[in-house]
């Protein structure tokens, strides 16, 4: 394959164990009616697991236009946008990490 469907399809799988990530934490997580803080790490968590599954959407479908032959130096644009999605879905994943594992170390 072609180093833009290695990397599409470098994405797509990282993306995908994201998402398994996230959803072994949020299984994980207490009950969000039990305190605000539960739910408020649940919320982030499902934000953060709708972006990578959105992720996975995105490299699929720049996947399947390049190898489609749909993807050109004029037409490349949508690559261009799910690149930039990967690269904000990867901080906000970070990021909830960070929430949910580094909060609860703090307040030790």
Excluded: K, M, N, Q
């Amino acid at each position: 394959p072609r180093p833009r469907e290695a990397a599409l399809l470098v994405s797509a799988l990282g993306h995908a164990l994201a998402l398994a990530g996230f959803g072994a934490i949020i299984a994980a997580v207490p009950a969000p009616t039990a305190h605000a803080y539960a739910a408020s790490t649940l919320v982030v968590l499902i934000y953060a697991a709708l972006h990578a599954a959105i992720g996975i959407v995105l490299a699929a479908y720049g996947l399947w236009r390049s190898r489609a032959g749909y993807v050109s130096v004029a037409r490349r644009l949508d690559l261009r946008i799910g690149s930039l999605w990967h690269a904000a879905t990867a901080a906000i994943g970070l990021a909830t990490l960070g929430l949910a594992f580094g909060l609860p170390w703090i307040a030790r």
